[in-house]
């Protein structure tokens, strides 16, 4: 056999015998998870059709290991989160829907314009729900994956999910993390808010017909104390030499209180009292500033990713016919990557600034020490936690 032809065949054969180990990995967990789950009240029936097709899905766990970390410039996110097809789209989706989204609100107190921009972040409005096989991926996380305990328990979830008749195992689709249908929701959730709105006795999400997911995701809202009625945040701007050092969420006060530091709406008036308040200001100085209120906690509940959370309230904003954001996001100007913040930590508490640990989270310590170094080189106290800040602290 040629040289090259007997390291192709010893390779194949390395590959094929580390297959065969995962494989029968695979099968001796999945033996070992059917006592577990029988504990938890799923009937060998149920977990007999569920595993029927079943196998190892690698892909499922390369990506789970192979996350990027979100450092996509926020321009660059919002542009596609409220870009103009979307809005576009949002509209039609309201009024094609408007019946069932009026019945919705009605119920829940949840606006059209809201469950609709979830929907259209989500899946963009049911066109890319996943097509993964759940059970598949959820028992692949779970065997092998970094998260072991928590994709085991949204297995247990899904299973019950079966077991209950809302789906069944070949229509049991969703993302490679488990997350399913229009809105996105994962099995625990789904189990704890999800709801049967047309009547027909299942919790059907997955259907072309949206109507009980966007049911769902209202009842979900109203269940975290959705205010119908209430922005999630008003866009603001700030007077000359603000003091940045209020812009946290630690930091509440109401709209009348804002104004008299010289706060206004982009309308030139006083911010409206929605209610208690907290200021804002994503990409620090340079960019739009917001005055968020009890439903930006809400929304966060869905996806804590501050990104996500300012999407889908624009992208609700706009859906219901508000205008673009005044300010402009920067151009270009990405979020740090994890070792780029240790660094950042790192550098500031060498210079003399301490942030009181070196763990990448920029919390309020850290951006304490920031806006203390930003007064010492005369630089907007704003603290906020930037590429151009690291460099100048190289």
């Not at 706009?318 to 151009?331: E, F, M, N, T, Y």
Request: glycine letters at 10%; aromatic letters at 10%; a positive charge.
């Amino acid at each position: 056999m040629h040289r090259r032809q007997f390291i192709a065949a010893g390779l194949s054969a390395m590959v094929a015998n580390m297959a065969h180990a995962q494989s029968s990995g695979f099968a001796n967990w999945i033996a070992g998870f059917r006592g577990r789950a029988r504990a938890a009240g799923i009937s060998d029936r149920t977990f007999a059709a569920a595993f029927a097709n079943v196998r190892y899905l690698s892909d499922s766990i390369e990506r789970d290991r192979n996350q990027a970390e979100f450092t996509r410039p926020l321009a660059d996110y919002m542009a596609t989160a409220a870009s103009d097809a979307r809005v576009s789209n949002g509209r039609d989706m309201v009024r094609r829907f408007a019946g069932v989204l009026t019945a919705i609100d009605q119920r829940y107190g949840v606006e059209p314009h809201v469950v609709t921009a979830v929907w259209g972040m989500e899946s963009n409005y049911g066109q890319r729900r996943g097509d993964v096989p759940l059970i598949a991926t959820l028992a692949t996380l779970a065997y092998d994956g970094r998260r072991g305990r928590f994709f085991e328990s949204q297995l247990i979830a899904a299973l019950k999910i079966l077991q209950n008749g809302d789906v069944t195992p070949q229509n049991m689709t969703g993302s490679w993390a488990g997350a399913m249908g229009h809105t996105q929701f994962i099995p625990t959730s789904y189990e704890a808010y999800a709801v049967d709105f047309t009547g027909d006795g299942r919790r059907d999400i997955w259907s072309d017909d949206p109507t009980d997911a966007l049911a769902s995701t209202a009842a979900y809202f109203r269940r975290f104390g959705w205010r119908r009625g209430q922005p999630w945040g008003v866009e603001v701007i700030l007077p000359r030499g603000f003091d940045y050092s209020q812009s946290a969420r630690a930091v509440t006060r109401s709209p009348a209180d804002w104004a008299r530091q010289g706060m206004r709406g982009v309308d030139g008036q006083p911010v409206r009292n929605f209610g208690n308040a907290s200021l804002i200001t994503p990409t620090g100085a340079g960019g739009p500033a917001f005055l968020v209120f009890r439903n930006f906690d809400v929304i966060s509940r869905y996806n804590n990713a501050e990104a996500y959370i300012i999407g889908v309230g624009h992208l609700g904003d706009r859906i219901r016919g508000l205008g673009p954001l005044r300010a402009s996001w920067p151009a270009g100007e990405r979020q740090l990557r994890r070792s780029e913040r240790r660094e950042l930590q790192q550098r500031l508490t060498q210079a003399g600034f301490s942030t009181q640990g070196v763990d990448g989270r920029i919390g309020p310590n850290s951006r304490a020490a920031i806006r203390a170094y930003q007064r010492s080189q005369g630089l907007i106290p704003d603290g906020h936690a930037s590429l151009d800040l690291l460099s100048r602290l190289r």
